[in-house]
């Protein structure tokens, strides 16, 4: 099996997921895939490990129990779900991967999801 990458934006690695995942995108979109994430679909950790890209923190958002942050991944950035505190403030670097359960993919010409889920 293994895993491939997918890109986000122009940032200079990409994410992975599982070969089984992008085997099953395969031919469902001709002008381009857009991938979708919910914030609790990024996993964030404080120290690296395999399949996680290191990112900074940009703005964090308290929510009571839990906190949004926005990372930045290149100019790209991508919203996750975290413990309320759990990155201490702007400028923070922490490592995120994104959940391939939890991931939608859209065709970019027309903004239609393709239904394909692990």
């Known amino acids: 099996p293994g895993a491939a990458s997918v890109t986000v ?4 690695a990409g994410f992975e997921f599982p070969h089984r995942l992008l ?3 395969n031919g469902h979109a001709n002008g381009g895939l857009t991938l979708g994430i919910r914030p609790e679909g990024v996993l964030v ?3 690296a490990a395999s399949g996680y890209m290191p990112v900074e923190a940009s703005i964090i958002e308290p929510l009571g129990s839990f906190d949004i ?6 100019s790209t950035m991508l919203r996750a779900r975290t413990k309320a505190g ?8 922490v490592h995120v991967r994104i959940d391939p359960e939890q991931a939608h993919f859209f065709d ?3 903004g ?4 394909v889920r692990l």
């Not at 934006?9 to 200079?12: L, N, R």
């Not at 942050?69 to 290149?74: A, E, I, N, R, W």
């Open 86 to 93: 759990y990155v201490s403030g702007p400028g923070e670097k």
């Open 23 to 25: 085997s099953k995108l």
């Open 69 to 74: 942050v926005d990372l930045k991944v290149g």
């Open 9 to 12: 934006g122009d940032a200079p």
């Open 108 to 110: 970019t010409a027309s």
């Open 45 to 47: 950790r404080h120290d």
């Open 112 to 115: 239609k999801s393709l239904g």
